[in-house]
Protein backbone atom coordinates (compact mmCIF):
# COMPACT_ATOMS: atom_id res chain seq x y z
CA UNK A 1 0.00 0.00 0.00
CA UNK A 2 0.97 3.14 -1.14
CA UNK A 3 1.67 6.06 1.61
CA UNK A 4 -0.89 8.30 -0.94
CA UNK A 5 -3.40 5.37 -0.42
CA UNK A 6 -3.05 5.31 3.47
CA UNK A 7 -3.66 9.12 3.62
CA UNK A 8 -6.83 8.87 1.49
CA UNK A 9 -8.23 6.29 3.32
CA UNK A 10 -7.13 7.83 6.81
CA UNK A 11 -4.66 5.13 7.64
CA UNK A 12 -3.16 1.84 7.01
CA UNK A 13 -5.54 -1.16 7.09
CA UNK A 14 -3.86 -1.50 10.78
CA UNK A 15 -5.24 1.72 12.10
CA UNK A 16 -8.86 1.08 10.31
CA UNK A 17 -9.11 -1.61 13.22
CA UNK A 18 -9.10 1.01 15.73
CA UNK A 19 -12.15 2.87 14.61
CA UNK A 20 -15.06 2.15 15.45
CA UNK A 21 -17.54 1.17 13.21
CA UNK A 22 -19.69 3.61 11.34
CA UNK A 23 -23.11 2.95 12.66
CA UNK A 24 -26.31 5.12 13.36
CA UNK A 25 -25.94 4.50 17.01
CA UNK A 26 -21.79 5.96 16.76
CA UNK A 27 -23.00 8.87 14.55
CA UNK A 28 -25.74 9.70 17.29
CA UNK A 29 -23.47 8.99 20.60
CA UNK A 30 -20.92 11.86 18.49
CA UNK A 31 -23.85 14.09 18.57
CA UNK A 32 -24.70 13.66 21.52
CA UNK A 33 -21.26 14.17 22.99
CA UNK A 34 -21.07 17.43 21.09
CA UNK A 35 -23.77 18.69 22.56
CA UNK A 36 -22.94 17.53 25.40
CA UNK A 37 -19.31 19.89 25.77
CA UNK A 38 -21.72 22.45 24.03
CA UNK A 39 -24.52 22.69 27.10
CA UNK A 40 -21.05 22.82 28.96
CA UNK A 41 -21.32 19.51 30.67
CA UNK A 42 -18.09 17.78 29.75
CA UNK A 43 -14.96 19.72 28.66
CA UNK A 44 -13.49 19.37 24.93
CA UNK A 45 -10.84 16.47 25.36
CA UNK A 46 -8.66 18.68 23.15
CA UNK A 47 -8.59 22.00 25.48
CA UNK A 48 -9.64 20.27 28.73
CA UNK A 49 -12.00 22.82 29.45
CA UNK A 50 -15.64 22.80 29.32
CA UNK A 51 -17.44 26.09 27.66
CA UNK A 52 -20.89 26.66 27.44
CA UNK A 53 -22.33 27.80 24.29
CA UNK A 54 -26.27 27.13 23.73
CA UNK A 55 -26.44 28.08 20.59
CA UNK A 56 -23.90 25.59 19.63
CA UNK A 57 -26.31 22.98 21.61
CA UNK A 58 -29.23 23.76 19.94
CA UNK A 59 -27.39 23.74 16.86
CA UNK A 60 -26.59 20.38 17.78
CA UNK A 61 -30.25 19.47 18.89
CA UNK A 62 -31.58 20.63 15.59
CA UNK A 63 -29.34 18.30 13.61
CA UNK A 64 -30.48 15.15 16.00
CA UNK A 65 -34.24 16.79 15.15
CA UNK A 66 -33.36 16.58 11.40
CA UNK A 67 -31.60 13.23 11.39
CA UNK A 68 -35.14 11.75 13.28
CA UNK A 69 -37.09 13.35 10.69
CA UNK A 70 -34.53 12.24 7.80
CA UNK A 71 -34.75 8.37 9.12
CA UNK A 72 -38.26 8.15 10.27
CA UNK A 73 -39.56 4.21 9.45
CA UNK A 74 -36.58 3.48 8.70
CA UNK A 75 -35.17 2.70 12.34
CA UNK A 76 -34.66 -0.62 14.54
CA UNK A 77 -36.73 -0.63 17.36
CA UNK A 78 -33.17 -0.78 19.55
CA UNK A 79 -32.18 2.63 17.07
CA UNK A 80 -35.29 4.48 17.58
CA UNK A 81 -35.31 4.31 21.33
CA UNK A 82 -31.68 5.60 21.53
CA UNK A 83 -32.58 8.50 18.94
CA UNK A 84 -35.84 9.39 21.38
CA UNK A 85 -33.68 9.05 24.24
CA UNK A 86 -31.13 11.44 23.46
CA UNK A 87 -33.79 13.93 22.17
CA UNK A 88 -35.38 13.82 25.26
CA UNK A 89 -32.27 14.48 27.55
CA UNK A 90 -31.00 17.07 25.18
CA UNK A 91 -34.03 19.43 25.05
CA UNK A 92 -34.08 18.41 28.91
CA UNK A 93 -30.81 20.46 29.18
CA UNK A 94 -31.66 23.00 26.55
CA UNK A 95 -34.48 24.04 29.06
CA UNK A 96 -32.67 24.07 31.70
CA UNK A 97 -30.23 25.86 30.27
CA UNK A 98 -32.51 28.78 29.29
CA UNK A 99 -34.56 28.68 32.45
Known amino acids: MSDETEIADG ?9 PPATFEFLIHTLFTQALMAFGRIPNPITNKALKNIATAKHFIDTVDMLAEKTRGNLTSDERKLLEEV ?3 LRSLYVEACS
Open 11 to 19: GSDRAAGTM
Open 87 to 89: QHQ
